[in-house]
């Protein structure tokens, strides 16, 4: 495996006003579609499931599209189509939606349900049944003594494509392609992951990060892409990788092929104008020996680097997101809580402006060891870490007179939101925001909800639990 | 070659109107000219020569140039040669004093005038200040090639209605400037919009448009005071449908005096009351001129066609104008949904409605996040207007092959970057004959259009309701006519979305009450004083 990501890495820069011929463009100075297809085989493109958001989350779907014709076109026998099974957000639930099986049925294509969601969604949770179904769905790779669970799909096929979008990012600085397989490295590993979070409470933080990282590389190399497209027609920056209140779009017109997903990623990096010596993804990469060793050595194709530069804004911190009558101070903080704080933050700035307008001035609190806060009367304590660090903290208790007596007297703040998890729950934070401040100050969390119960969302999400449990 | 003229009926009406603000500079204000009636130029009005001299003296400077002295031209079609070249000397802008023709040989044209519009107004206005001692604040120039479709179209509306009028007004203009037939240099504002708004209609009338927007209109007689210190101006509107189905939208523009009302020997109140008798209309607004006006000028904003958040402040405004009832604006009579003790007892049952205390800062945000969440920020979106009166058949869930009968339009809008880009008319035979089916149409248009994200299907007489009962009757109690609407977006025959993005799910599988009870909060504010 090892030799396949240290061959002489090819990679393309294109830049088109239509998509469809960067793509073909993009393949013929790769080496030409046969390099990537021959007749009967078998493909499977992995693209992350952000559809239901609508472009530029994720790829555009005439991309995907056109990619899929040039391959029934040269022979492919089956077109699979999906992406592993996001947390809380079944596949069914997506297509049932989006209506992609049809669509991609009328390409000749078959969109996957990686989390078997078709199956169960039809009819009852019938355990034992579901258990045999996932077993010949997936398999079990070992990597550094890890085991993990990897659809077949990925390890039968005999062409693996990832096509992705790029956009800012709060972790890894944009949603680079070894992204894409973020997902199965946490998958069936929730045990491990909590203790790790445990442990972490007490130690370094930085090792748990490194193996939330070494984990995300393992997974990249249990099949090495034959084809990564990062889609960089539309890029979302600011407040990416969703279309959020802050976020925005800049156009680069372009898409970056190679042959595997470090060079790849490595030229989309400094296309975006970023140090990849400080790309937390890359450099681990680099200490592993994996990849090019000396990066002038990736053989760019296409336009020059240098013509093609776009320089775009990145994540705000997360104290730095505007968030009306909210203080947020942040402490050490893991990957894992980054990443949802960071979204239950952007998703209160864009679709709960009224909420946040009603709710009184608080103070949120993220992290190991976060600061005092500003606010001591309504605190919101976001994770674990955040918990269980602050237990001795000032501002868990205050002064206060009672009705009888004249003198200031300490006692308990019980004003204070603590939201369990190590990554927090993103629904499960909502949720206990708006209970904490009240149905009547939450009507944009409201009509949240109900739009989740409209989905039967819990049904949907109970029986996800359930298989992963499995 | 014969000389290019503009239709006559034009050049005698602008000679009125000059002779009227001579004898006005003359004379001061107190001009007597009631019997006196010009055609505001280039429009089917015909009105009192104050009001004339009123609106072009308001809307010019407002709209076209502030600056005084204007030139017209009429060029040959390639641009190379002047035809004619008039100058007009105003007091202030829109108000002419005189009108003189140059000799063409005044300014020879070197090059092509498209080409070189910036140097060309350079040179004649150095030209001008050289012999004349005069600067120009700007060219209005009209292509020789317009002139016998000008001429024509001036022809026509002497006999025009006011209906007619608007909608042929609106197919000159789009013919005029996307066909770069009429320019205006410097361009103004409105003209810029306008520019931009056909690029954005790409294959669609405007005067299609227009028609349609008032066969839409629910019938209604009202009239509008537009006050102001200078000259309060009265506005009568009617659109009523006759016993053959013929259509009448009528528009009059009057002064008060054309009621014998004074402005000042009446409070505001009984002003519009006296208003509503003598016109007999079924209610009547008082609204401040400049309001109006101001409101107007940021519509024509050209970013408001291509900048989300300058759309989003626009309709923030017009929010927070309907929240103003009794500051900014007033109905007589005074709509029974201002009653508080109504207010109080709706508020019992826990529904808050309350117009006064609409959330303009929230609706706006509200809906544009949810747009852009859901959306995204490049999409594609396909409406399908149908009109279900059109089928011979009752319709129903299990005819719905029928109803491909039913379709009127079928359109497609573009959006980049969260606004729309180019808007397109698709032919109605291209749509699968499975009208029920919305994922078939999108696989099967996607293959011509590129890809469809969003199918929404509604039909006309959805429209309609929506039109008469949340924007005419906004103001009024009809609760089982909103209700019923709401019950309508609910049925898959009248509207239907795919995919069933999480507010339309929220919709379908809510009760209409429960709905309400939802959106309510969001869409009015909670705190009542």
């Not at chain 1, 190679?258 to 200490?287: A, C, H």
């Not at chain 1, 909800?449 to 949907?460: C, G, I, M, Q, T």
């Amino acid at each position: 495996m090892n030799d396949e990501l240290t061959k002489e890495p090819q990679v393309a820069i294109i830049r088109k006003k239509v998509k469809k011929n960067a793509l073909i463009e993009g393949i013929e100075k790769l080496g030409g579609i046969e390099q990537f297809v021959k007749e009967g085989d078998d493909i499977f493109i992995n693209t992350p499931m952000l559809l239901l958001l609508g472009n530029p989350n994720h790829s555009h779907m005439e991309l995907l599209t056109e990619l899929i014709k040039i391959l029934k076109k040269n022979g492919a026998r089956k077109v699979f189509i999906g992406a592993f099974p996001k947390t809380h957000i079944s596949t069914k639930l997506i297509d049932q939606i989006l209506g992609l099986s049809t669509y991609f049925n009328s390409l000749e294509a078959e969109f996957v349900f990686l989390d078997n969601s078709d199956i169960y969604s039809k009819n009852s949770f019938n355990e034992e049944k579901i258990k045999q179904i996932k077993q010949a769905t997936y398999s079990d790779v070992k990597i550094k003594g890890k085991s993990y669970k990897v659809p077949n799909l990925l390890l039968e096929t005999e062409k693996y494509i990832v096509l992705n979008q790029i956009n800012v990012d709060p972790i890894f600085m944009c949603t680079l392609s070894m992204r894409c397989n973020e997902l199965i490295s946490e998958f069936g590993l929730k045990k491990e992951m909590e203790a790790e979070c445990n442990e972490a409470n007490y130690r370094d933080l930085n090792i748990m990060n490194d193996k939330i990282i070494s984990r995300l590389i393992d997974i990249n190399l249990i099949r090495i892409p034959d084809l990564v497209i990062n889609d960089m027609y539309e890029i979302l920056e600011h407040a990416g990788p969703l279309n959020y209140y802050e976020s925005s779009m800049t156009n680069l017109d372009a898409l970056v092929l190679g042959t595997d997903s470090i060079s790849t990623d490595i030229i989309t990096l400094r296309i975006l104008g970023q140090n990849i010596f400080e790309n937390k993804l890359i450099v681990n990469v680099r200490e592993r020996g994996l990849g090019p060793k000396d990066l002038s050595k990736i053989k760019n194709i296409g336009e020059s680097i240098d013509n093609s530069i776009i320089n775009i804004t990145g994540c705000k911190d997360l104290s730095d997101i505007n968030l009306l009558n909210t203080q947020i101070e942040t402490g050490d903080i893991c990957l894992r809580c980054k990443k949802v704080a960071y979204h239950c933050l952007n998703y209160l700035a864009s679709q709960a402006s009224k909420d946040l307008k009603y709710s009184p001035v608080h103070s949120l609190l993220i992290g190991k060891n976060p600061p005092d806060p500003l606010y001591n009367k309504d605190l919101i304590l976001f994770g674990d870490c955040a918990i269980k660090t602050t237990q001795n903290s000032d501002f868990r208790t205050i002064k206060g007179k009672s009705l009888f007596r004249k003198k200031e007297k300490e006692k308990k703040n019980k004003n204070i939101l603590e939201i369990e998890g190590c990554p927090p729950n993103f629904f499960n934070f909502l949720k206990q925001y708006m209970k904490y401040f009240g149905k009547a100050s939450c009507p944009n969390l409201n009509y949240f909800f109900k739009v989740l119960k409209a989905y039967k969302y819990s049904k949907y999400q109970k029986n996800l639990i359930k298989w992963e449990e499995l | 070659m014969g000389r290019i003229m503009i239709y006559k009926e034009f050049i005698e009406n602008w000679n009125k109107i000059i002779a009227y603000n001579q004898r006005l500079d003359s004379k001061g204000q107190t001009i007597n000219s009631k019997s006196k009636e010009y055609r505001f130029p280039l429009t089917s009005l015909k009105l009192k020569a104050q009001v004339v001299h009123y609106l072009m003296k308001t809307l010019y400077p407002l709209f076209i140039n502030d600056q005084e002295n204007v030139l017209d031209l009429i060029i040959s079609e390639n641009g190379e040669k002047i035809e004619e070249i008039i100058f007009h000397r105003t007091k202030q802008s829109g108000i002419y004093h005189s009108s003189e023709k140059l000799s063409n040989d005044f300014f020879k044209l070197k090059y092509n005038l498209f080409k070189n519009l910036d140097s060309f107004f350079n040179d004649i206005q150095e030209k001008l200040l050289k012999k004349k001692k005069l600067n120009i604040s700007h060219l209005r120039i009209v292509n020789s090639s317009a002139v016998p479709i000008i001429n024509e179209y001036g022809d026509k509306i002497k006999t025009y209605s006011f209906k007619e009028f608007l909608i042929e007004f609106a197919a000159l203009f789009q013919k005029l400037i996307k066909e770069n037939l009429f320019i205006i240099y410097p361009e103004p504002t409105i003209y810029n919009f306008l520019k931009k708004f056909f690029i954005l209609l790409n294959n669609i009338d405007l005067a299609s448009i227009l028609k349609y927007i008032i066969s839409l209109l629910p019938n209604f007689n009202f009239a509008v005071l537009l006050d102001s210190d200078d000259y309060p101006l009265v506005i009568e509107v009617i659109r009523s449908l006759g016993n053959e189905g013929n259509l009448n939208f009528d528009l009059k523009l009057l002064g008060l005096d054309d009621l014998s009302l004074n402005s000042t020997a009446l409070d505001r109140k009984n002003l519009l009351k006296e208003i509503n008798e003598k016109l007999n209309v079924d209610y009547s607004y008082y609204v401040q001129q400049n309001q109006i006006l101001n409101f107007l000028s940021d519509i024509f904003e050209v970013e408001v066609l291509t900048n989300k958040e300058k759309l989003k402040l626009l309709i923030e405004k017009f929010l927070y104008g309907i929240r103003s009832y009794e500051k900014v604006w007033f109905k007589i009579p005074k709509p029974f949904s201002y009653n508080t003790l109504l207010r109080f007892f709706v508020r019992i049952f826990g529904f808050q409605i309350n117009l006064r205390k609409l959330s303009h800062w929230e609706i706006s945000d509200f809906l544009f996040n949810t747009l852009d969440f859901y959306f995204g920020a490049e999409y594609k979106l396909l409406i399908i207007i149908k009109d279900l009166d059109l089928s011979n058949q009752k319709p129903s869930k299990k005819n719905s092959d029928s109803l491909k009968s039913t379709i009127k339009y079928t359109i497609l809008f573009n959006v980049h970057n969260q606004s729309t880009r180019i808007i397109k008319l698709i032919n109605n035979n291209e749509i699968p004959s499975d009208l029920s089916n919305l994922p078939e149409i999108r696989n099967e248009l996607s293959k011509k259009y590129g890809y469809i994200n969003y199918i929404i299907q509604i039909d006309e007489s959805l429209i309609r309701s929506i039109i008469k009962n949340y924007i005419f009757e906004l103001t009024s109690i009809k609760a089982f006519a909103k209700i019923k609407v709401i019950r309508r977006l609910k049925n898959d025959l009248y509207f239907k979305m795919f995919p069933e993005l999480p507010p339309y799910k929220l919709l379908k599988e809510k009760g209409t009450l429960s709905l309400v009870r939802t959106f309510l909060p969001i869409f009015i504010d909670k705190h009542q004083f």
